[in-house]
């Protein structure tokens, strides 16, 4: 039971549990959330009654470490997200997320309770959260708000809030909201459209019938390589669909919003479902794969760290990001191995026949390897015939793809 803090030794063990919870990064609602909540306020209670000597404030002890270990602002990249991101956090226009935290913590050594006091916990709701600043209009064309809006800024607020309600409360918009770090792109995102785009890949995953159960750690390099057989398949993204719906894992198709640049997500509604958005920016065979791969490598590699969502423009490298450059390496290894693309002639030649000799081997569809070329080789224009172009999106009727 938590308690009130009347000991040095009390504190310490206060911090240590916070800490502990920043690992975990808990979504708000949950009852490690509150925890994490109530012990913050009890700790900062104790820390304004006893310690003569405010502690540092969070953004001067984060430049003082840059400073201490001449890092530059991309160094930051792998702890805080983009680069527009860290400059916000920085200028103190961002507030710090949980999961950035846990990140300066773990990784640049700053204690937890001098980062923490840059995040008010305890008030969620006054979140500064710009309304007229989601794309409203484009909502409401694509028909994820079926009200008639006649006044977008006047509206904005109320008709989004009971958009979002849908989720649960405000707070869990919030949350979402701010938790839009993990982004690999070398364009600038725009926030409040990838927290829409989130929110409706969310709430899509709701209303379809419940997968069987996902169990952690089903995911693994076999797991990926099955999945990846299905290519062979015309049907092959449909079947993919399902096989990871009878694995517990949603698989969620819907375009992106104007100034996101996204290519495919993975999110962690709760503890025990994932779900893979992907947009289809490119309507090609090899990016399908390619980034199903890459969201299926983060679900198996990085959402028991604590992670809850990632988001891809897998136009760009990993950003010297160690988690991308992660998922990056076993969403290769899972396509072509390493080993057989070296000793593969589709490694010096570039013609169809050592694609689909190679594709032959692995029994994928040869648009995987021609992309894979294509990367290789740093030419797009190479095997253009075999990539698979129009092949992917008219598989997924439900959508209006003209919008």
Known sequence: ???????????????VAIENFIDIDPDVGTPEADQLELLTVLAKNYESKTMDKALPDPIEAIKFRMEQQS??????????????????VLSRKRPLTLSMIRALHSGLGIPAKILLQE????DLDKSGIEWQRFPLREMVARGWIKEKVVDERGQAEEVLRRFFNRLGPIKSTVALYRKTDRVRSARVMDDYALTAWTARVMMRASEESSPLEYKPGIVDLEFMRNVARLSLFDSGPLLAREFLAKNGIHLIVEPHLPHTHLDGAAILIQHDRPVIGLSLRYDRIDNFWHTLMHELAHIALHF?????????????????????????????????????????????????????HLANQLHINPAIVAGRMRHEFKDHRVLNQLVGHGEVRRHFLDINWSK
């Not at 890092?71 to 916000?88: A, C, N, Y």
């Not at 995040?119 to 305890?122: H, K, M, S």
């Open 1 to 15: 039971m938590i308690k009130m803090i009347k000991s040095e030794s009390e504190y310490k063990a206060a911090l």
């Open 71 to 88: 890092l530059t602002q991309r160094d930051l990249i792998p702890f805080i997200g983009s680069r527009s991101k860290v400059s916000e």
């Open 119 to 122: 995040r008010d916990i305890t």
């Open 304 to 356: 028991d760290a604590g992670i809850t969502q990632f988001y891809d423009d897998l136009d760009v490298e990993s950003q010297g990001d160690p988690r991308e450059q992660e998922a990056d390496q076993l969403a290769g290894e899972a396509l072509i191995p390493k080993s057989d693309w070296k000793k593969s002639p589709a490694s010096r030649l570039r013609s169809p026949e050592a694609a689909q």
